[in-house]
């Protein structure tokens, strides 16, 4: 069992940058993968982006150019860097951990990008 927490958001202007933080713990060895999925009102979750344990990284094609995922240097650790903010990015973020058997979802922590 993983469990991930995340951290880093809140408001920010248009053009503004952010950096959003998720820990994993507990069964971390079985992890392939983390990443961060949005949902905003009305609509269904979304990938943002992954990254695999061997360092290869998808991205939204929404994002592509503005957001950067990575990991730490511990492996239990990912980050998104976020640039150039538009207000439709403003959602829910959720960090996933993936294994070969199941996902592992945070609580979420709010973006919104306002002026």
């Known amino acids: 069992q993983v469990q991930v927490v995340e951290s880093g958001g809140g408001l920010v202007q248009p053009g503004g940058s952010l950096r959003l933080s998720c820990v994993a713990s507990?069964?971390?060895?079985?992890?392939?993968?983390m990443g961060w999925y949005r949902q905003a009102p009305g609509k269904q979750r979304e990938l943002v982006a992954f990254?695999?344990?061997?360092?290869?990284?998808n991205y939204a094609s929404s994002v592509k150019g503005r957001f950067t995922i990575s990991r730490g240097n511990a492996q239990n650790t990912v980050y998104l860097q976020m640039n150039s903010l538009k207000p439709e990015d403003t959602a829910v973020y959720y960090c996933?951990?993936?294994?070969?058997?199941?996902?592992?979802w945070g609580q979420g922590t709010q973006v919104t990008v306002s002026s």
């Open positions: 990254i695999t344990i061997r360092d290869i990284t």
């Open positions: 996933n951990g993936r294994t070969l058997v199941a996902d592992s």
């Open positions: 507990g069964s971390v060895s079985g992890l392939y993968g």
